[in-house]
């Protein structure tokens, strides 16, 4: 079994900045692609940025010049630095990771919750 664990969310003013952590433990042997994704009240989920296991990024265009993910496999983390964040950045924010065992099974985190106030 794996775990996801998530940590850095919180209150912001707008134009502020955060950073979250999703730290993975378990029965790992490595792991692929991480993602974050978000879910703001009465809206689907929708994904912000996916890094590979070779550091190769993708941005949801809303976010692209503003946030950026990031990862330390040696301590299967994964980050994402949320720079000049907008009151439309408050969501829900959730990481997925793509671990391999004996097979590739994926993994979701708890979530942690970002407000930015205008």
């Known amino acids: 079994q794996v775990q996801l664990v998530e940590s850095g969310g919180g209150l912001v003013q707008a134009g502020g900045s955060l950073r979250l952590s999703c730290a993975a433990s378990?029965?790992?042997?490595?792991?692929?692609?991480m993602r974050w994704y978000r879910q703001a009240p009465g809206k689907q989920r929708e994904l912000v940025a996916v890094i590979t296991s070779i550091g190769s990024t993708n941005y949801a265009d809303s976010v692209k010049g503003r946030f950026a993910i990031s990862r330390d496999n040696a301590k299967n983390t994964v980050y994402l630095q949320m720079n000049s964040l907008k009151p439309e950045d408050t969501a829900v924010y959730y990481c997925?990771?793509?671990?391999?065992?004996?097979?590739?099974?994926?993994?979701w985190g708890q979530g942690t919750q970002v407000t930015v106030s205008s």
């Open positions: 997925h990771a793509e671990v391999i065992w004996n097979r590739l099974n994926d993994y």
């Open positions: 378990g029965s790992i042997f490595s792991i692929s692609a």
